[in-house]
């Protein structure tokens, strides 16, 4: 069964850093695209950042690019979102997916709430 | 950047009853579009990607449909377990949501 669970999320000042962690079981990790897709409070979904199988390109929006750091630790089955800056906008609940090859979320974790707030 | 219009923004249907969902791309994304389904309170869950192929577990009343910049989401036989919101993804250039359907029953 494939399991994604994300750690790290909490209150934040503005302009501070924060780090995700997502850790994955139940299938081989290091053969998958990964991604972060977020979810403010009561509205839809935006796309945050992804990163290929080996960990070697990431891709970003330009609302999060410069700012926030997706990478990978393939010996360990995780997934890391860097935050920095972080501004009162970055607040939402932060899903860890499984990516098929850029394009399509075929599994997701049941979320990290980030909030940013003085 | 591709946008993605979704409709209707709510929508209230009865039990048994076939819903629809729409979401038009502002340029041709090849049928590189996925449906989510998500119920309150939790993550999302695939149900359709490629426009219409079926995820696995996902029941088969469920069904994608579309191509170029038009394509939906169809309901048949409305379940009481099919009340959530609903969102559609182009993942042709990146990837962009629509901004979601909430089913209701009537």
């Known amino acids: 069964e494939v399991q994604l669970v994300e750690t790290g999320g909490g209150l934040v000042q503005p302009g501070r850093s924060l780090k995700l962690s997502c850790v994955a079981s139940?299938?081989?990790?290091?053969?998958?695209?990964m991604s972060w897709t977020r979810q403010a409070p009561g509205k839809g979904l935006e796309w945050v950042a992804s990163?290929?199988?080996?960990?070697?390109?990431?891709y970003y929006p330009d609302s999060v690019k410069g700012r926030f750091t997706i990478s990978r630790d393939n010996a360990q089955n995780t997934l890391y979102l860097q935050m920095n800056s972080l501004r009162s906008e970055d607040t939402a609940t932060y899903y860890c997916?499984?990516?098929?090859?850029?394009?399509?979320?075929?599994?997701w974790g049941q979320g990290v709430m980030v909030t940013v707030s003085s | 950047d591709i946008q993605m219009t979704q409709s209707p923004a709510s929508l209230s249907a009865s039990l048994g009853e076939t819903v629809t969902i729409e979401c038009r791309a502002s340029e041709d994304i090849y049928n590189g579009l996925a449906w989510y389904q998500q119920k309150p309170g939790k993550s999302p869950q695939l149900l359709i990607y490629?426009?219409?192929s079926l995820h696995t577990g996902v029941p088969s009343r469920f069904s994608g449909s579309g191509s170029g910049t038009q394509y939906s989401l169809k309901i048949n036989s409305l379940q009481s377990e099919d009340v959530a919101s609903y969102f559609c993804?182009?993942?042709?250039?990146?990837?962009?949501f629509g901004a979601g359907t909430k089913l209701e029953l009537k």
């Open positions: 139940g299938f081989t990790f290091n053969n998958y695209w």
């Open positions: 990163i290929t199988n080996s960990g070697g390109s990431t």
């Open positions: 993804q182009q993942y042709y250039d990146y990837n962009t």
């Open positions: 490629n426009a219409n």
């Open positions: 997916t499984r990516d098929h090859y850029g394009g399509y979320e075929d599994y």
